[in-house]
């Protein structure tokens, strides 16, 4: 029975030992004194968190197959928004206080997503299948939502008076919740089907086969292993917080670079779930994953760092730069026609990775 769950929960028991680790010797001063040994540290801990990420995937998989969609999709997107929450709120409480490191993970989060991701399943996804098809119905909710939101909790507050602007910190709270909340209830109700697309289901009859059959599917199992994953991860990720900044200060690269890191963890766990379904040539999943992540990482999150500003006393920056504003727009343009039609092809797919290039390019420069 050991030898079964060691086998079954190898990335969280991984994650629990390396807590206990850096427990016992992560305040060694040698640690901080020595730029290699940080690095080293860094990167096994960014590997554990990235593999314990993968065991949150493990379980929002069995629970989206025992569910179906669009619940299974619901899961892990929000398995993955309270994973970039932790992280966020753990950089927030480290150190000196940034105001825009949430902003900035935001920011690649999104850059993330859509163009990384998306551009790269769309991509491969059209030189295998050629034009991989989609219910237009869900990008068109999907893009709506996120549009209004980037709209008003990315560019509003770079123009909000100062003396209203902790009166609009509250009002943007609530209506970000309140948005998503009810598009939740379309989602999972009256606009269900909205987010399925029947037709592709004659490619992707593979897709499942290494799962179990659904009645063998534990759902309080994987809920309480996906949650005690989940608290791992947060753990690690004030270490790794630790890491990060100091990293950042000795090696004289930009701030912006703490939140490319914190959002390629972020994006992990769908990150997986959503290449694999591209590659069975289920877009509908790719898309219900990548925009359904977006929108739940602007709804969820500003609603969250800014409540955790409040109550640490911390300023929140969330109005996107110039820079950051050009990209996103164009981004969320190019993604918008993209999706008009409700196929996908390679050209579309590779215009949006040379944006996440770009993004990228532009961190360093």
């Known amino acids: 029975m050991a030898a079964k769950f060691l086998k079954k929960e190898l990335s969280f028991l991984l994650a629990l030992i390396t807590i206990g680790a850096l427990a016992a010797f992560g305040a060694h001063p040698m640690i901080k004194e020595s730029l290699l040994i940080e690095a080293t540290l860094f990167l096994v801990v960014f590997t554990v968190i990235i593999y314990a990420a993968l065991g949150v995937v493990h379980h929002a998989e069995l629970l989206a197959y025992k569910f179906g969609e669009p619940y299974g999709t619901m899961i892990l997107t929000l398995s ?71 709209g008003v909790g990315l560019f509003l507050p770079l123009v909000i008076p100062e003396v209203s602007y902790g009166m609009y910190e509250i009002f ?93 963890i972020i994006v992990s766990p769908e990150g997986l779930t959503a290449i694999r379904a591209g590659l069975h040539d289920d877009m509908q999943r790719v898309i219900n994953i990548s925009l359904g992540s977006m929108l739940s990482t602007v709804s969820l999150t500003i609603p969250a760092v800014l409540i955790v500003g409040l109550l640490i006393s911390q300023d929140v920056m969330l109005g996107l730069t110039p820079l950051q504003s050009v990209m996103v727009i164009v981004s969320l343009l190019v993604g918008i026609l993209s999706c008009k039609d409700g196929e996908s092809n390679a050209l579309q797919g590779f215009i949006h990775f040379i944006l996440f290039i770009t993004f990228v390019f532009l961190i360093f420069v």
């Not at 237009?136 to 996120?146: L, Q």
């Not at 598009?183 to 799962?211: D, P, T």
């Open 80 to 150: 993955a928004v309270t994973v970039e929450i932790i992280m966020i709120v753990s950089m927030m409480t480290h150190g000196d206080a940034d105001p825009e490191i949430a902003r900035d993970t935001i920011f690649s989060t999104l850059m993330i997503l859509l163009n990384g991701l998306t551009g790269l399943i769309m991509l491969i996804g059209g030189l295998k299948y050629g034009e991989q098809k989609y219910n237009i119905k869900s990008t068109n909710s999907f893009f709506s939502m996120i549009f209004g939101i980037v």
């Open 172 to 264: 943007l709270v609530i209506i970000c919740l309140l948005l998503y909340i009810f598009f939740l209830r379309m989602q999972s109700k009256e606009h269900n089907y909205y987010f399925k697309f029947e037709g592709a289901k004659k490619n992707i009859s593979g897709e499942h086969e290494h799962l179990p059959a659904k009645k063998n599917i534990s759902t309080f199992y994987n809920f309480i292993m996906l949650a005690a994953t989940i608290a791992a991860i947060s753990i690690l990720a004030e270490s790794l917080s630790v890491f990060v900044d100091d990293g950042i200060e000795k090696l004289h690269m930009p701030a912006a670079a703490a939140g490319l890191i914190i959002a390629i």
